[in-house]
Nanobody, 117 residues
Framework: QVQLVESGGGLVQAGGSLRLSCASS????????FAWYRQAPGKQRDLVAT????????VYDDSVKGRFTMSRDNAKNTIYLQMNSLKPDDTAVYYC??????????WGQGTQVTVSS
């Protein structure tokens, strides 16, 4: 069973930056896709960014394009989400997701990001 452990959330002022980490218990090469989602209070969970590991392609939601960057450290089996120019609307619990035919859909525990105005 794959486990994902997120870290890096916190409180930041608008315009600031945070970097989220998602450590996988399995080699990221063995997982087809990683993604970051977020869920604000009272709202549905939305897809923020997706990394297709084999092709090394990253896709972003329009709301974060140009501000967020998803990356990987293969040696550490860790996925990152660098978030710059943060806005109050970015406030949410951020979840890491791993998806592959062999493991199904795996979620991390979530990390809170709060952006103050």
């Amino acid at each position: 069973q794959v486990q994902l452990v997120e870290s890096g959330g916190g409180l930041v002022q608008a315009g600031g930056s945070l970097r989220l980490s998602c450590a996988s218990s399995r080699s990221i090469f063995s997982i087809n896709r990683f993604a970051w989602y977020r869920q604000a209070p009272g709202k549905q969970r939305d897809l923020v960014a997706t990394l297709f590991t084999a092709a090394d392609i990253t896709v972003y939601d329009d709301s974060v394009k140009g501000r967020f960057t998803m990356s990987r450290d293969n040696a550490k089996n860790t996925i990152y989400l660098q978030m710059n120019s943060l806005k109050p609307d970015d406030t949410a619990v951020y979840y890491c997701n791993a998806n592959s035919q062999s493991i199904g859909d795996i979620w991390g525990q979530g990390t809170q990001v709060t952006v103050s105005s």
